[in-house]
């Protein structure tokens, strides 16, 4: 295809499954039964199938050697904990189970796919892995495809705002042809560069469904007194309700409902203890032909995200790679010593640890008018001493500067980072002074240009403990050059509330979300597309709704913004694309849309000191790494394995 990515190799489709088996051995692989020990009494009694029976005929055989990781034995559990049952959904993210999927280097390769290919962006065929099956055994084909496109995302009960936004393109519903049970395709008029990518999320985005499971809930397959009973003892108005409410595969809220993840949920909410037990089918293998996952189960427990770091203190996580902070780093080195697990610290790809979003869209006017002068936003970044806050916070080893990509990626610019991101008190007030914020109260603040005092309002998430702390700092530099500021800290749902109503001012969180960026993925987050983007809600809204809510963007470095994004999608070489990701970033740096601090925080992951297969060093980012996914924790295994799960 014309953006340089192909994806049809695969080391799978070169080697069939016997091939595999009866190769010679690997030099010094550990031992390791053929077939995991926890499946064998149900393969004894005929409940499961041999392994040769449950792969695909061409699985996907992990490429671990090249990667330095080693062999494998079958067994264990992994401990770890979430702070209530809606987090379960992290389980979906590390098991890192797409149609495509990004390695660690952030190559896009086929996954649950054999191969794929593109044409000009505008048409792609998937084809599937013959003998693929879900995890309760049934085949999984194009059928569940179909099902998903024409049942699902075309069904206005079940979808009342239509497909998802990444299969249109200018509104364009993609044509969908079932060339048989393996081939499906995709086609556009025009192209669709974002469509691969997007399959590829830390959030899985399923474009097909587990047919023969879901249709019983479905008004068009299903018995219609039976689904008007079944509605009605759940307290559900339609059956539509029920679908939607049994089709949930992010959450984990169903434990009948097949998946094709390396683990599959078997409790039943409500709980304080969640197991997922490895699935029979899954469709990857070590290079010796063992089914992965090596670990059996995934225990997870509930607790007070406040407790996380004490419990992993007290040895009773075996791995976590969430609800952590970098100042937890120091309490959970101090149980290193009495209890088996390592602390290990990687830096986090976001753009900025901590960044601060002006409202553009805000409702008050005045307001407005102030924080869309750019440089009201530029003082606001000058007025940031950051070294005090990387010495303060992050033990001096982030990078100061922009909300920008790290060095590691290659679309990095040291101008970027650094542009309006010095510390210079001096200028941002001859900068305030000439956005009209001139005049000044008995108290010293300045006066706003209708006459109010410029009383600056940020509002934080309260559980966001690193950023507040950070935010207290920041908020006496800004005081230091004439603005009142007061720290507003709330829920974090309330807080997205009021930004989408207009009613936030400025919003303290993390930067953008993909620092480590490659052309190939689109740069969504650098425009104003989303409404969840603090910097300008309405004009998200007006994007994700097509025009029906919201406000259409009316400042010109915005609508350019927009023109950037459409020149990406049409694009046709990774150059031209990298060219445009490097103009947005430098209008992002000019503009100061929003104002970053420090990057590359340390995230602390606790791994038991018997896991191997976890990389010492290593990015943590949400995208395009989903969380610790990339590195494919369906490869971890404990080293002298108890049948127990735990570490000697």
């Not at 610019?413 to 001859?430: G, H, I």
């Amino acid at each position: 295809m014309n953006t340089g990515f192909n994806i049809l190799k695969s080391i799978a489709a070169a080697l069939a499954f016997g091939f595999l088996l009866a190769s010679p051995a690997i030099a010094d692989p550990p031992p390791a039964p053929a077939e995991p020990p926890s499946l064998v009494a149900k393969i004894a009694s005929g409940e499961l199938p041999p392994l040769l029976d449950r792969m695909p005929k061409v699985p996907l055989v992990a490429d671990m050697l090249a990667r330095n990781r080693t062999l494998g034995d079958y067994g264990g559990e992994i401990r770890t904990l979430a702070s209530k049952a809606r987090d379960l959904r992290y389980i979906n993210v590390i098991g890192y189970t797409r149609l495509v999927s990004y390695d660690e280097h952030l190559n896009l390769e086929p996954d649950v796919l054999q191969a794929v290919d593109s044409k000009d962006d505008k048409t792609f065929t998937f084809t599937l892995r013959e003998g693929h099956r879900w995890s309760d055994g049934a085949p999984f084909t194009t059928e569940d495809f179909r099902f998903y496109w024409d049942d699902v995302a075309l069904n206005s009960k079940l979808n009342p705002t239509g497909p998802p936004a990444f299969m249109l393109v200018d509104g364009e519903k993609p044509k969908v042809e079932v060339l048989d049970a393996t081939h499906i395709r995709y086609s556009w008029s025009k192209p669709n560069p974002g469509f691969l990518p997007s399959l590829a999320g830390p959030r899985p985005i399923w474009i097909y469904s587990p047919a023969h499971y879901l249709k019983q809930f479905h008004k068009k397959y299903g018995d219609a007194d039976k689904l008007a009973q079944m509605a009605a003892d759940r307290q559900m108005m339609s059956w539509a309700a029920l679908y939607n409410k049994l089709d949930d595969p992010y959450e984990n809220s169903n434990p009948d409902m097949p998946t094709l993840d390396p683990w599959h949920v078997v409790t039943k909410a409500p709980a304080q203890q969640y197991v997922f037990e490895r699935n029979p089918y899954f469709h990857r293998i070590d290079p010796r032909g063992r089914q992965l996952p090596y670990i059996d189960r995934i225990v997870v427990s509930i607790s007070s995200a406040g407790l996380f770091a004490a419990k992993a203190n007290a040895g009773e996580v075996d791995l976590l790679a969430w609800g952590l902070s970098t100042s937890d780093i120091p309490t959970l080195k101090e149980g290193e010593a009495s209890h088996a697990y390592r602390t290990l610290a990687w830096p986090i790809a976001r753009g900025s640890a901590f960044a601060l979003f002006p409202n553009l869209t805000c409702n008050d006017p005045v307001w407005r008018a102030v924080l869309r002068d750019v440089r009201f936003r530029r003082a606001l970044s000058l007025a940031i001493d950051r070294h005090t806050l990387n010495n303060s916070l992050w033990f001096r080893l982030g990078i100061e500067g922009n909300n920008t990509v790290m060095p590691e990626s290659a679309l990095y610019s040291e101008d970027d980072r650094k542009r309006w991101a010095t510390y210079d008190p001096a200028l941002a007030k001859k900068l305030l002074d000439e956005a009209g914020l001139n005049k000044r109260n008995a108290a010293g603040f300045r006066l706003l240009p209708d006459g109010r005092e410029a009383e600056l309002i940020v509002e934080v998430a309260g559980n966001a403990r690193d950023i507040a702390d950070a935010l207290e700092i920041t908020s006496e530099f800004w005081q230091d050059v004439g603005l009142k500021v007061v720290v507003k800290a709330e829920d974090s749902n309330d807080l997205n509330k009021r930004s989408f109503s207009g009613l936030t001012l400025v919003t303290a969180s993390e930067g953008l979300e993909n620092a480590i960026p490659t052309a190939l993925m689109p740069p969504s987050g650098l425009a104003p597309l989303r409404q969840d983007n603090y910097s300008w809600p309405k004009w998200g809204q007006y994007a994700e709704t097509g025009g029906m809510a919201g406000e259409k963007p009316d400042m010109p470095e915005a609508i350019e913004l927009m023109s950037l994004w459409e020149q990406w999608m049409n694009a046709t070489t990774l150059n031209a694309q990298a060219a445009i990701w490097r103009e947005m970033l430098s209008l992002h740096a000019d503009q100061q849309f929003s104002i970053g601090t420090v990057q590359g925080a340390l995230k602390p992951i606790i791994v038991n000191k018997a896991i191997r297969n976890i990389p010492k060093k290593a990015v943590f980012s949400w995208e395009p790494t989903a969380l610790i996914g990339v590195y494919r924790v369906d490869e971890f295994y404990y080293d002298n394995i108890v049948v127990t799960g735990n570490a000697p």
